[in-house]
Structures are given as structure tokens and as C-alpha cells.
């Protein structure tokens, strides 16, 4: 589709119909026992990005990039990491360029911020997505005590991608559902991936 970015997976961007929108907010959401990690570091491959760490170290978060078998960038990394996490987020996401991507590797410490604070966050996110034609991925971990602005993050989010791991036997398996898609028409189907070294389709079995 004219228009769209690619994220830089070719298995999404044809299920996306060739990427995502410009200006999209995707709220990516995986259990904290997952490989999900993978996804976000192939998606810097596509063009300049901004990965925000709120938890890991810049330089851990580097080493991972760097020892990843798949398809990656070399994106700039920075560790949130001050008293005010909102605040200091918000500074760094201002100064996303042009047609970049952001990434924010967990939005759990954000989450945590009084509500009113959050809301005005999401809104600002979204509307320097809006006027740089750049995308935002917001990974949301699963949990039995999610933060309370998690229903918020996904309502603000255009987009949701949800994956899914299970032991299936002897096996894992994980699967990305794209439940919501606001004006993009999500897929129907999930999208069975193997998340080793890096993100493939998994095609040992029909795709459920």
C-alpha cells in the first residue's frame, strides 16, 4: 500500500499490506519469558531509530543488538533512568527525526506515572509521531499485576500486536495476533513465528 513504512520483517509488512502508517503508535504486547526482544531489535533495521530503555542498561542493551543473528541497525540507545521517568521519556521522544522509529523497551516504568501525567504523554507521543511521519512501538510485558495505565497505552495505541508463547507438547510456540489496526484493517489470522536467533515464520505446521 502507498504510503506505508516497512518495519523491516518481511512476514509483517505483507501482512500489514506493506508496513505500518506513518505517525502509527503500535503497542506490542509479550510475556516477560518470551523472546519478544527479537522483533523490536530487527525492526531497527528499516531506518534510523531511537531505542529507549527503561530498564536495561544502554550498553546491555547494545550488547544485545550486537550479538543478534537476525537483520538489525544500529540504532541510538538511551537508558531512562532519572527520578522523573515520564519527564525525561518525554524529552527523548520530542527529538525523534523525520521518518524514524522510537522504541520504548518496557513501557511498564512509565505506566506507573499518575494517570492525567500519562494520558498527556500518550497524546504528545502521538502527535510528534503525527508531524514527523515516524512510528512509535511501546513494548507492553504481561503479567499477572500489569500497571494501571495499561488499558490506556493500548486505547491511545493505533495498532496492538500481541504475541503469544506457549509449550505446545515439546515445543514452543509463539504466535503474533494484531488484534486492533485503527484504519488499517487488521489480519484475520496470527502469524505463527519461530524466535530463536531471529524472527521467522514458522512453517512447520498450517499457521491457526
Excluded at 510456540?173 to 524466535?195: D, M, V, Y
Aim: proline fraction near 5%.
Amino acid at each position: 500500500m502507498v504510503g506505508r513504512l516497512h518495519t523491516g520483517i518481511s512476514v509483517l509488512d505483507r501482512k500489514l499490506d506493506g508496513g505500518l502508517p506513518p505517525g502509527c503508535v503500535v503497542a506490542y504486547t509479550a510475556k516477560p519469558a518470551s523472546q519478544s526482544e527479537l522483533l523490536l531489535y530487527e525492526l531497527t533495521a528499516a531506518r534510523g531509530t531511537l531505542y529507549l530503555s527503561t530498564e536495561r542498561s544502554e550498553a546491555l542493551v547494545r550488547h544485545a543488538i550486537d550479538s543478534s543473528k537476525g537483520r538489525v541497525g544500529s540504532p541510538t540507545v538511551r537508558h531512562v533512568s532519572s527520578a522523573d521517568p515520564l519527564e525525561e521519556a518525554t524529552r527523548f521522544t520530542s527529538a525523534v527525526p523525520e521518518g524514524a522509529n522510537l522504541i520504548i523497551d518496557t513501557m511498564d516504568v512509565l505506566e506507573r506515572a499518575e494517570p492525567a501525567a500519562y494520558v498527556a504523554f500518550l497524546n504528545r507521543l502521538k502527535e510528534h509521531m503525527l508531524d514527523t511521519g515516524s512510528i512509535a512501538v511501546l513494548h507492553c510485558l504481561k503479567g499477572p499485576e500489569e500497571p494501571a495505565n495499561r488499558a490506556r497505552t493500548e486505547h491511545l495505541a493505533d495498532a496492538v500486536f500481541d504475541l503469544r508463547t506457549n509449550l505446545e507438547g515439546s515445543e514452543i510456540e509463539n504466535h503474533l495476533s494484531i488484534p486492533k489496526f485503527r484504519g488499517g484493517g487488521a489480519p484475520t489470522e496470527t502469524i505463527k513465528l519461530q524466535l530463536s536467533e531471529q524472527v521467522e515464520i514458522d512453517t512447520s505446521r498450517d499457521i491457526a
